[in-house]
């Protein structure tokens, strides 16, 4: 900035996360966040129970592949396949992940997996996608009125150029859905989508910053704390259709968890170890709740459309 000027909000984010995920592992009670799968084995249990069932009444293809979109740490992928393999599915793990950082930790917990950088890479056979928080991360242009918004170096700090209602775009993750819904169209599959964020495309700044589990100021620290926008799950979803697959209806956490069952897994594991009975059903509370991420955070399924809708999901 200090030689070339202003740059976009989108860049901005772009760069800033780029590093970020680069340089560390950003999960868990030490790290800046925690996400659905850190907080229980079951979120990635009924994830992967979900996406065995919609394969196994799919015919249960035998070319089929697992895939995971920003696996994060590859709990959710290891609490899946573990799931998975034991209704019978054997087929291989891709993982889409650009940090060499974090590609050490999946290989850690998801031995076998092979590792691509973008979802054009995927093998040509039926997918079996999750992509849990991966959205998110994925810059957003903001907009206020015809001018796209832009962050410029103010003195020492960071400052947005224009003020005023903005709304927010994303270039980025309309692809990313377009080239995952565009594959999954060519070559079967379905994919989970799960993330925070609005069911209906509208108008606000939601632009957010975390460090140690406190929001932060976005123009503070750049790459050193992370940088999320809510995901527009209408606008996600308009651009699989117009790739050529099938997608879902909107459904929030809680409610997609409840339908899978999660109640009663949560009793299973609560019985099998007392002592851990207390946490589990706070686990259960943080992830299906209303006052934390059940509704807030929602679900889609991108699928072929002579593929079965997934359980806990309405066409
Ligand atoms: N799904 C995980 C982690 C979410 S954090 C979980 O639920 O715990 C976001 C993840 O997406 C990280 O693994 C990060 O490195 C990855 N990521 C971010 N931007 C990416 C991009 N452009 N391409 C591929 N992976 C990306």
């Avoid at 740059?7 to 996360?17: F, G, H, L, R």
């Avoid at 994060?72 to 889409?96: K, Q």
């Avoid at 140690?212 to 699989?240: I, Y």
């Avoid at 889609?300 to 309405?314: N, R, S």
């Amino acid at each position: 900035m200090r030689t070339r000027g202003p740059i976009t909000v989108a860049a901005y984010m772009e760069a800033c996360n780029s590093h970020y995920y680069a340089t560390r592992d950003p999960l868990g009670a030490a790290g800046d966040f925690t996400t659905a799968p850190e907080i229980s084995q079951m979120f990635g249990e009924l994830v992967g129970a979900c996406l065995a069932d919609c394969w196994r009444r799919a015919g249960a293809p035998g070319d089929s592949a697992y895939a995971e979109l920003g696996p994060g740490r590859g709990t959710l992928a290891a609490d899946a396949l573990r799931v998975m393999r034991g209704a019978g599915f054997a087929g291989p793990v891709h993982l889409v992940e650009t940090s060499e950082r974090l590609r050490a930790e999946q290989a850690v917990r998801v031995p076998g997996a092979q590792w691509h950088a973008r979802i054009e890479q995927l093998p040509p056979v039926p997918l079996l996608v999750v992509a849990n928080e991966f959205f998110d991360a994925l810059p957003v242009e903001q907009w206020v009125g015809d001018e796209q918004r832009l962050v410029t170096l103010d003195g020492e700090s960071l400052a947005f150029v224009q003020g005023g209602l903005v709304v927010e775009r994303s270039p980025a993750r309309a692809a990313a859905a377009a080239a995952l819904a565009r594959h999954i169209a060519a070559h079967g599959g379905a994919a989970l989508v799960i993330d925070y964020g609005h069911a209906q495309s509208s108008a606000g700044d939601t632009l957010q910053a975390v460090r140690a589990h406190r929001f932060a100021d976005p123009l503070h620290d750049p790459g050193e704390q992370d940088l999320t926008a809510h995901v527009d799950f209408a606008a996600l979803g308009d651009a699989a259709r117009g790739a050529g697959a099938a997608v879902t209806a909107v459904a929030g956490q809680g409610a997609f968890l409840h339908a899978l069952g999660i109640s009663a897994r949560a009793s299973a594991l609560a019985a099998r170890n007392a002592a851990r009975g207390a946490e589990v059903h706070a686990a259960l509370q943080r992830l299906t709740d209303d006052a934390a991420m059940g509704s807030l955070f929602k679900v889609i399924a991108i699928h072929h459309p002579h593929w079965p809708v997934p359980a806990g999901l309405a066409s």
